[in-house]
């Protein structure tokens, strides 16, 4: 695509700013279909799709933000004159066409949309059927975003296909593709990584753990494992697995103590036998493979650990390489974690709900990457472009 000056790009998002403000009636509307429509035996995926006044303030705060932020292309990485003459500069380019495969959050078909568009990509919107109605609409909105400015509304497309159409797409793509985002869980990132001929960019699923250490401050670490836990079951930085080291002070206490509150939220407990002797009540884990597993609903394990290693350990065998958090007063066992954990965002006495690119500093995410290449974490504007050499010479040979 023709690379497009960063006010025509601007003046596109604050179209479509007045018109997402000013167009609330129908897009509500489009979404009760979708609501009305749905099974709701997913109460996780129900909650990502309701749309309401708030949320669509945030799709606006979202673009404000976007638009914002310094345009990420053309951007000098180096820029050098060589020995022979030569001079090699090397840019940041668009990758070019970028397809999003997500589920029920039509939140996503505004933030992946203005992501790819501020970073001069062009973007396929591949949303779940459940949310069929609500991606129309916001789409419809985009393309009036761009036609009044006279931009191509090519930049945007929504795709209509079931999954055989897909997986044809993903094997023969009819149009150019050069990136695919699968934004979801392990079922379809597996079903991306297996058709895809493109590269992928894995945005991974959750199943975050939580590592009390001996020293933790415990009324802290109650205050963050609800929030991790409790606050919103149906995002991917919420809080499966809980650890608790067994050399911590008054243990049988503060386990009591955090089964109260996890139950005064109505959350299911699973729990290893070392815990079952204090919380006798509980169901023992019967699979070490619940270890491995997302949740997405209000449901933990609570484990027990002799050390720190141990933790450490198991977090790197068990989670999805999302977010982990250690709460200790023990600074040299939090460096140790932090370094030695192998996830996307590491955290020392906090909630792993931070893991979200508005949160963490970078405004509108595409997606949280569990990839190590090309980026790893919330994937904001920045990270939505490549590079290129541009090489100029004055009838340069190689001799």
Partial sequence: MKLLNTQVKNNVLQSMITILDTHRA???EANKKDLDAF??????????????????????TAINEVKAQEDPVNQIISDKKLANG?????????????????ES??????????????SNNRILLKGGKEAIYSNKTLVDFWHKALLENNISSDYIKLLQMDRKETQSFLKNPTEQLDLVVPRGGERLIDFVKEHAKCAVLISGRGNNFLYIDESADWN??????LDAKTAKISACNALDKILINKNTPNLEEKLIALHTVLKEKNVAILVDKEVQTVLTGETLIAENTIWSEEFLALKCCIGMVSELEEAI?????????????IMTTNNSNAADFMQQVDCAAVYKNASTRFTDGGQLGVGAELAISTDKLHHRGPLGLKKLVTNKYYIYGEGHVRD
């Fill in 26 to 28: 129908p897009l509500l």
């Fill in 313 to 325: 350990e198991m977090i790197n065998l068990y989670s999805g390489g999302h977010s982990a958090s």
């Fill in 105 to 118: 959050r039509p939140d996503v078909t505004v933030e992946a949309a203005v992501l790819a568009f501020k």
């Fill in 220 to 225: 802290q670490t109650l205050a963050v494992i």
């Fill in 86 to 102: 030569l001079i090699v500069t090397n840019k940041t380019v668009p990758f070019g066409t970028i397809m999003i495969i997500y």
């Fill in 39 to 60: 099974q709701k035996e997913d109460q996780a995926m129900y909650d990502r799709l309701i749309l309401n006044d708030q949320k669509i303030d945030g799709m606006i």
